[in-house]
């Protein structure tokens, strides 16, 4: 069974940085895909970053330039380093492991999920 636990997570100002560690739990973890998204409140989960095992990388648009997704295996932790950060970066962020090597950017095709961290940015 595999457990995703996130951490890093808190209330920043805008311009401000904070990195996101997930925790893994279960073997295999380096040939499995990994995705960050985020939630706030009223909208629908949208995808932030995701990393392939062969560690190719997705970042959306809206955050291209400032995030960064990262990967130890040694550790079994996925990052997401987010600089410049902004108001509307304001969510919940949530760790995914998908049971496949490539990445996806739908939430449907990840098979595990933590329970999220709270990212807060004040203007």
């Known amino acids: 069974q595999v457990q995703l636990v996130e951490s890093g997570g808190g209330l920043v100002q805008a311009g401000g940085s904070l990195r996101l560690s997930c925790a893994a739990s279960?073997?295999?973890?380096?040939?499995?895909?990994m995705g960050w998204f985020r939630q706030a409140p009223g909208k629908e989960r949208e995808v932030v970053a995701a990393?392939?095992?062969?560690?190719?990388?997705y970042v959306a648009d809206s955050v291209r330039d400032r995030f960064t997704i990262s990967r130890d295996n040694s550790r079994n932790t996925l990052y997401l380093q987010m600089n410049s950060l902004k108001p509307e970066d304001t969510a919940r962020y949530f760790c995914?492991?998908?049971?496949?090597?490539?990445?996806?950017?739908?939430?449907?095709?990840?098979?595990?999920w933590g329970q999220g961290t709270q990212v807060t940015v004040s203007s």
């Open positions: 990393i392939s095992s062969g560690l190719q990388t």
């Open positions: 279960g073997n295999f973890f380096s040939i499995k895909a």
């Open positions: 995914a492991l998908r049971n496949m090597g490539n990445w996806v950017v739908s939430a449907g095709g990840y098979d595990y």
